[in-house]
C-alpha cells in the first residue's frame, strides 16, 4: 500500500507549495497594483488630492478663474461709468493750406488761397446721472484762428460753462443698468464657485474611471495567477486519475481567458490613467495609484434645507432675478421708444474773444444755450404696437421659462438628496457582499483543491468574487459623485454645514 500512498504524497505536498504562493500573493496591499509593465516610479493619490490638484492645476479651474477675472473687471468698469469724467480733448494743430471755393457777389466762383491754422483745447468735467438718464458737465475751451496769409491771429473762448443734457419721455437704460449689473456681478461671483465644484465632480469621475480599471487589472492579475495555480494543480490531479480530461481542458481555458482579460485590462487602465492626468494638470510622469476612499462619514441632509441653500446660493437663482428684470426692460424699452421721444441741452457759461489769449478772460459775456429735439411717429401701421406686445409676449414667455427652471431645481436636488441617503446604504451593503464573495471564493478554491468542488462551480464562485469587487468600487463611484454633485447643486458643505466660498 505504500507505493500506492506515494504519488498522492507528491501531489499533496505540491499543492501546499503552490496554496503557499497563492498565500503569498494574497499579502499584496488589496489595491495596490504590481505588474510586470511597471517601470517607472509609482505615486499613490487619494480622491482629496486629486480634487485638490484639479483645483490647483486644471485648465477648467484656470478658466473659470480668468472668465472671473474678466466679469470683475467689466463690473469695475461699469462703477467708473458712474464717477464723474475729467477729459481733454482737442485739435493741434489744425493746419490747412490749399484752395477754397468762393462764391463772388455777382454768382462766380473763385478759388483763393488759404493757409490757416484752427486749433482747440476743451476740458471738461461730467457725471452721469443714472435716475434721470442725463447728465451734467463743467467746461472750459480756449480756441485759437491763424491766417498766415494776412498775419493774422484770433482768439475765441469759454472760461466756463455748466450744462444738462437730459433725455425726455425716453428709455432709460441707465436705472436699468444699475439693476441688473450688480446682479451679472453677484451671479459671476456664485459661477466661480460652481465651476470649482464642477471640476471637482468632473476629477472624481476620471478618478473613479482608472479606479475600475485598476481594480480590473488587479483582479485579472489574482486571476491568472490563481487559474494558473490550479491548472497546475489539475494536471497533476489528472495523472492520479483525479480530474477528467474536460475539466483540465475547462481550466486550461480560463488561463487564456484570464491571460486576455490582463491585457485589455492594462490597456484599460493606461488610458484612463492618460485622462486623468491630462483633466487635473498632473505634471509628474511617475505612474498613478489610486487608494480605495472606503472611509465614508454617514449624515443625514434635510431636503427642504438643501432646497433653500440651493435657491440661496446657485448663480441659476441670482439669473432668474436678472433674466426677469432684462425681460422687463424690454418692454419698457419698446413702449418709450415707440411714442415721443425729446431731449434737452441746455447750458450757462461766459464767452469772449480777443487777439491775445488774456483776451478771453477779460469781461467776458454771458453765453446761453437752450435746444429741445424732439421726435413723434405718426403713422407707423401698428409697429409700435407690435413691437411691444413682442416684448411683452416674451417677458410672459421668460417668466414660464423662469417658474419651470425653478421646479427642475427644486427637484434635481430632491432627487440628489433621496439618491445619496439610498447609496450611503448602498456602499456599506457592497462592502459587505464584498467580503462574503471574497471568503467563499477562498473556500471554494481549497475545496477543489482537495478534489470536494466541481470546476464549473469554481468559476461561478471565481464570477461572484469579481463581480462583488466591481460593485464595492461602483457603489463608491456612485456615491462620491452623488456627493459632489449635491455639493454643486446647493453650494452647501452638510458636512461641515458651512456654504462653500
Known sequence: MKPFF???????????????????????????ITTHITVAQTQRLTLEDVVSIAQAQSVAAKQAVTTQRTNYWKYRSFLADYKPQLSLDGTLPGFTRSFVEVIQ?????????????????????????????????????????????????????????????????????????????????????????????????????????????????????????????LYKIARKKLELGRISQNDLLQLELSVLTARKDLASAE?????????????????????????????????????????????????????????????EREVDKARKENGLNASMQASFGLSNRGARIGDVYVRPQDSEILEVRFSVPIMTWGRAQARTETAKANQQLTQQSVEQDKLTLEQQVFTQVTLLQMLQKQVKLTAEADQIAQNRYQIAQNRFILGDLSVTDLGIATQEKDRARRDAVVALRDYWQAYYTLRLLTLYNFETNQKIQ
Do not use: H
Not at 495609484?289 to 440661496?312: G, H, M, S, Y
Open 105 to 229: 457777389p455777382d454768382g462766380t466762383i473763385a478759388y483763393q488761397p488759404v493757409s490757416l491754422n484752427n486749433s482747440a483745447l476743451n476740458l471738461s468735467l461730467s457725471q452721469n446721472i443714472a435716475m434721470t438718464g442725463g447728465s451734467i458737465f463743467i467746461q472750459k475751451e480756449i480756441k485759437r484762428f491763424d491766417n498766415f496769409l494776412e498775419n493774422q491771429t484770433l482768439y475765441n473762448g469759454v472760461p466756463f460753462s455748466i450744462g444738462l443734457i437730459q433725455p425726455l419721455f425716453r428709455f432709460n437704460p441707465m436705472r436699468w443698468e444699475r439693476r441688473i449689473e450688480p446682479l451679472k456681478y453677484q451671479e459671476s461671483n456664485q459661477q466661480l464657485i460652481e465651476s470649482r465644484e464642477e471640476v471637482s465632480l468632473n476629477a472624481t469621475m476620471f478618478y473613479f474611471d482608472l479606479l475600475v480599471a485598476q481594480v480590473n487589472l488587479q483582479i485579472a492579475e489574482k486571476n491568472l495567477m490563481n487559474n494558473d495555480t
Open 267 to 327: 490597456q484599460t487602465a493606461e488610458v484612463a490613467s492618460l485622462k486623468l492626468k491630462t483633466y487635473i494638470g498632473y505634471r509628474n510622469d511617475s505612474r498613478v495609484e489610486l487608494a480605495l476612499p472606503n472611509q465614508i462619514i454617514p449624515f443625514t441632509v434635510d431636503i427642504r434645507r438643501a432646497i433653500d441653500e440651493a435657491f440661496a446660493n446657485r448663480a441659476a437663482s441670482i439669473g432668474f432675478r436678472r433674466r426677469l428684470l432684462e425681460a
Open 6 to 32: 506515494s504519488p498522492f504524497l507528491i501531489v499533496d505536498k505540491l499543492i501546499k507549495f503552490l496554496l503557499e504562493r497563492t498565500r503569498l500573493a494574497r499579502l499584496l496591499p488589496l489595491f495596490c
